[in-house]
């Protein structure tokens, strides 16, 4: 039941079948019609996020304050479940950070 259909003639046919429209003008109307946003500025954007970071860095100190963090880091090393989830977030953070700048691509 399959029909074998020449796409050469079928595009020559559509062509030839449709109105032309002339390109006079065109770019002017869309460029009044869609106002171009400028975007931010590369400094401007990093400026906004480091602020969130040392933000977010100041509220966790505020949480848990210094003397507290470094009483927590343990004095001897045991490999469990616990180790196996911070190596897992380690390397998250570092494929968070390599997305980042591969987004950025400014480096």
Request: charged residues 20%; positive net charge; hydrophobic residues 50%.
């Amino acid at each position: 039941m399959k029909k074998t259909v020449d796409i050469n003639n079928l595009f020559a046919k559509a062509r030839n079948s449709e109105p032309y429209f002339s390109n006079r003008r065109f770019g002017s109307r869309v460029l009044t019609v869609i106002k171009l946003q400028e975007p931010v500025p590369f400094w401007k954007e990093v400026t906004i996020e480091m602020l969130g970071a040392l933000i977010g860095c100041g509220l966790a100190y505020s949480f848990f304050p210094f003397n507290d963090l470094i009483a927590s880091i343990p004095t001897k090393f045991v490999v469990g479940p616990s180790v196996l989830l911070s190596i897992a977030a380690g390397i998250s953070c570092v494929i968070v950070i390599a997305y980042w700048a591969a987004e950025r691509s400014r480096l």
